[in-house]
Structure formats: C-alpha cells, structure tokens
C-alpha cells in the first residue's frame, strides 16, 4: 500500500493511515534483516545522498545500512572539505549534487526548515534526518514501531517523556506521531526546559516528575542537550540528576513493566541509572535495531521500489 507524501519533512500533518503503512512496512523488513542474507533489490539503481550538514553516527550509518539493505546506491556528503567552505550556497550545492542524476537526499541540518527549502530546489525525494530544534521524524518513527512490538498495540497507551523537551526535535516529532496514533503523551522537564508553544504541542506538562511517571506505560528519556544551550538553564548536573533523573525508586510511580526508551546518547547517572538502562523492560537496544528496518520503510516506499523479495 503507498503512503501519500512524496516526502518525509516531520510528522506533523502525517496520516494516521501513512504512518500505520510505514510501520507495517517496517515489519516486513524487520523480518528481512533476521535472513542470512539480509540484502534485497527494491531500490536497485536508485541512487541515494546522504546530505549531512550536522555531525551523526547513528542516524547516518543507520541510513546508510538502509540504503545498501535495499540495494540503492549511496553517497554520503559532508560540509568538511566540501565546497560550501568555499562559500558555495545550499541552493548551488544541492542542484549541482542534482545534476549528478540522484533520485533520494536524506538530510541533517543545524536548522530547522532546512528539508522544506530543499523540496523548491530539486526534484530528488526529501527525508528529513533531524532538522535544528524542529522534527526528526525516522526517529519517532522507529520509537514507535518498537513500543508496537513490545505491547501489541499504540491507542490509549500513556507515554511520558523526561528531559530536554524544548531542545528535542524527537520529543516534537514524536508528539506529533504518536498523538495521531491516539497515544496520551505527557512532558516532564524543568520549567526552563520545556517548549515554549507547548500549548500548541496539545500535551500536559509538568515539572514534577513523580506526577508525570504515575501509571505511565512508557517513559522516554531525553538527555540535557548542553552544546545547544546558550546558557545555563538548570544549576547544575546533580540538581538535575536528583530530581529528573530515573531510577529503579521514581520507577515504582509508573506501570510494573513500563517500559525505558532513550534516542541515544545515554548520560548514564545524569537522566538514566545504569540498572534502569540495563533492566529487561529497556527497549534501548531495540530502538537501534529497529533504526535499519524503519528507515528502510521510509527509503521503499517513497523512492518507488518494487516488490520486497
């Protein structure tokens, strides 16, 4: 079944039916990358750009092993050593890669709208890889599919997210996904770190913790982004760690077997204990895995590939 977008800028606006298409896509190649040979021909001679503006490992090498999963050809590009330190604009950059014959760009920038512009400069298929503080919407697509394997279902599920929200651009794109799923999402933070629109968000906010973990059946946390700070907006670490930060005690508010979720980088002992991350109901290490088969989903069914075999 096709979705309707033509190309992924965020999940806001996204259909409750093209984000359900994208997920069960997802399970099909969740299930190719369980064979020996993990490698099928969709995107045979499609061509790729990895169009990277802001440093990543995860969220590239995940696109990337997508890419040759599908048998498409990828090109990664990166500002260092590029012309753009030459001066050369994103609009010159981007028609001069188009002229190149690609077919796809996924793209990471340091600001937000960055992935809309690229849709009036080329033709190319846009996949927006986190852009500024706006959306990063494979993410929360993938954090999604991982709680829809655990639990068997999204409606009515209450999801509480901790941390850094008004820096996040995955707390935004999850906001939006899992809203149209009919999940009840709640957002615990500092009051210096939670967005400021977060009425046009439509989510409660609080900034006791111990409030927002009471029968929650997720809980996602979300590191203090420092390097995006521009000042000090809570005193210190261990302030924050006492009373954000989740432990096997904060633990007891939630459901039994709630389940932790982390995008990744960890701060172990600043927003997560390392017996938490580590507990059976942590979903980290799954969230990772599922990165591959989610993005593969993406690349499949916007750049047109054929059947899976």
Same mark, same amino acid.
């Given at each position: 079944?096709?979705?309707?977008? /033509?190309?992924?800028?965020?999940?806001?606006?996204?259909?409750?039916?093209?984000?359900?298409?994208?997920?069960? #896509?997802?399970?099909?190649?969740?299930?190719? +990358?369980?064979?020996?040979?993990?490698?099928?021909?969709?995107?045979?001679? /499609?061509?790729?750009?990895?169009?990277?503006?802001?440093?990543?490992?995860?969220?590239?090498?995940?696109?990337?092993?997508?890419?040759?999963?599908? =048998?498409?050809?990828? !090109?990664?590009? =990166?500002?260092?050593?590029?012309?753009?330190?030459?001066?050369?604009? !994103?609009?010159?950059?981007?028609?001069?890669?188009?002229?190149?014959?690609?077919?796809?760009?996924?793209?990471?920038?340091?600001?937000?709208?960055? @992935?809309?512009?690229?849709?009036?400069? #080329?033709?190319?298929?846009i996949i927006n890889a986190g852009?500024?503080?706006?959306?990063?919407?494979?993410?929360?697509?993938?954090?999604?599919? #991982?709680?829809?394997?655990? !639990?068997?279902?999204?409606?009515?599920?209450?999801?509480?997210? &901790?941390?850094?929200?008004?820096? =996040?651009?995955?707390?935004? %794109?999850?906001?939006?996904?899992?809203?149209t799923l009919g999940m009840n &999402?709640?957002?615990?933070? @500092?009051?210096?770190?939670?967005?400021?629109?977060?009425?046009?968000?439509?989510? $409660?906010?609080?900034?006791?913790?111990?409030?927002?973990?009471?029968?929650?059946?997720?809980?996602?946390?979300?590191? @203090?982004?420092?390097?995006?700070?521009?000042?000090?907006?809570? $005193?210190?670490?261990?302030?924050?760690? =006492?009373?954000?930060?989740?432990?096997?005690?904060?633990?007891?508010?939630?459901?039994?077997?709630?389940?932790?979720?982390? $995008?990744? @980088?960890?701060?172990?002992? &600043?927003?997560?204990? %390392?017996?938490?991350?580590?507990?059976?109901?942590?979903?980290?290490?799954?969230?990772?895995?599922?990165? &591959?088969?989610?993005?593969?989903?993406?690349?499949?069914? +916007?750049?047109?590939?054929?059947?899976?075999?």
């Open positions: 079944m096709p979705v309707s977008i /033509k190309h992924l800028l965020g999940l806001k606006g996204v259909s409750h039916d093209d984000i359900t298409t994208i997920l069960d #896509t997802a399970d099909t190649f969740h299930e190719v +990358l369980q064979r020996e040979v993990k490698v099928v021909p969709p995107l045979r001679g /499609k061509t790729v750009v990895n169009f990277f503006y802001e440093n990543s490992t995860r969220t590239r090498l995940s696109f990337e092993m997508a890419e040759k999963r599908l =048998s498409a050809n990828p !090109l990664n590009f =990166s500002t260092s050593g590029s012309s753009v330190s030459k001066g050369e604009t !994103l609009k010159d950059t981007i028609q001069n890669i188009e002229a190149m014959k690609i077919d796809m760009i996924v793209v990471r920038h340091q600001s937000a709208g960055i @992935p809309l512009f690229l849709t009036t400069c #080329t033709d190319a298929v852009d500024g503080y706006n959306e990063h919407p494979t993410q929360a697509l993938l954090d999604i599919m #991982t709680i829809r394997q655990r !639990l068997r279902r999204l409606e009515g599920l209450k999801v509480t997210i &901790v941390g850094d929200i008004l820096h =996040s651009r995955v707390a935004r %794109s999850n906001i939006w996904g899992m809203k &999402v709640t957002l615990c933070a @500092p009051s210096t770190l939670l967005p400021h629109d977060h009425d046009a968000l439509g989510c $409660p906010c609080t900034t006791d913790v111990n409030d927002a973990l009471e029968d929650a059946d997720v809980i996602m946390l979300l590191r @203090p982004q420092l390097e995006r700070q521009q000042r000090g907006l809570f $005193p210190s670490v261990r302030e924050y760690r =006492s009373f954000f930060g989740i432990d096997a005690e904060k633990m007891k508010r939630a459901q039994k077997n709630a389940l932790i979720m982390h $995008p990744g @980088p960890i701060n172990r002992g &600043v927003e997560l204990a %390392s017996d938490v991350a580590d507990s059976d109901n942590s979903l980290i290490l799954d969230q990772v895995t599922n990165g &591959v088969a989610t993005r593969m989903a993406v690349l499949y069914l +916007l750049g047109g590939g054929d059947n899976v075999q």
